[in-house]
């Protein structure tokens, strides 16, 4: 069974930092771009960050850009999103995906609540 | 960036109804469109990708039609466990880019 955990997420103050894990299991782990997918409280789903499979390739939103930085330890089989200089705005369930585009594998983490307040 | 506009943004409907969505991006996507559902408190789940194929172990009252620019979404005969909120996502440039939802609920 594929499974995508994350875990890290908390209440953190504005200015602060946080990082979100991925621990993956059930599929070949190396061999698949993967990304970070947020949610702020009621509101739609929005395209974080993008990591290619061999991890020299990386994407991030321009809201996001220069403050959270993804990565991959392909040994370990989990994926990373290190986040700084944290602002409310940030607030969101972080989701841990394998968005699959034109390819049928596509799933999704249950996610992780960061949020951010004083 | 490429945006994508999902209408309506919300719907009422009634077990049994046929309902659309349709998602336009700004610019052609070619057929990289897929459609996700997403319950309350629930992480989203892929219906739709490629604009047109279902997802394995998708029920087929789901379907996904278009290119390019206008895409939908048919819900053949709307079940008790449609109720959600549905999101195009756009995989044909970075960023990706996903429309701002269809909330379908009870009429």
């Known amino acids: 069974e594929v499974q995508l955990v994350e875990s890290g997420g908390g209440l953190v103050q504005p200015g602060g930092s946080l990082r979100l894990s991925c621990a993956a299991s059930g599929f070949t782990f190396r061999k698949y771009n993967l990304h970070w997918v947020r949610q702020a409280p009621g509101k739609g789903l929005l395209f974080i960050s993008r990591i290619t499979a061999d991890g020299r390739e990386t994407k991030c939103a321009d809201s996001v850009e220069g403050r959270f930085t993804i990565s991959r330890d392909n040994a370990k089989s989990t994926l990373y999103l290190q986040m700084n200089s944290l602002g409310p705005e940030d607030t969101a369930m972080y989701y841990c995906?394998?968005?699959?585009?034109?390819?049928?594998?596509?799933?999704w983490g249950r996610g992780a609540l960061v949020t951010v307040s004083s | 960036d490429i945006q994508m506009t999902q209408s309506p943004s919300s719907l009422s409907a009634s077990v049994g109804d046929r309902v659309t969505i349709t998602c336009r991006a700004s610019q052609g996507i070619s057929s990289d469109l897929g459609w996700y559902q997403q319950k309350p408190g629930r992480a989203p789940q892929r219906l739709i990708y490629?604009?047109?194929s279902l997802q394995s172990g998708v029920p087929s009252r789901f379907s996904g039609s278009g290119s390019g620019t206008e895409f939908t979404l048919t819900i053949s005969s709307l079940q008790p466990e449609d109720f959600a909120t549905y999101y195009c996502?756009?995989?044909?440039?970075?960023?990706?880019?996903f429309g701002q939802g269809t909330k379908v609920d009870i009429k």
């Open positions: 490629a604009a047109s």
């Open positions: 996502l756009q995989h044909n440039s970075e960023p990706w880019t």
């Open positions: 995906v394998r968005l699959g585009g034109s390819d049928p594998f596509d799933h």
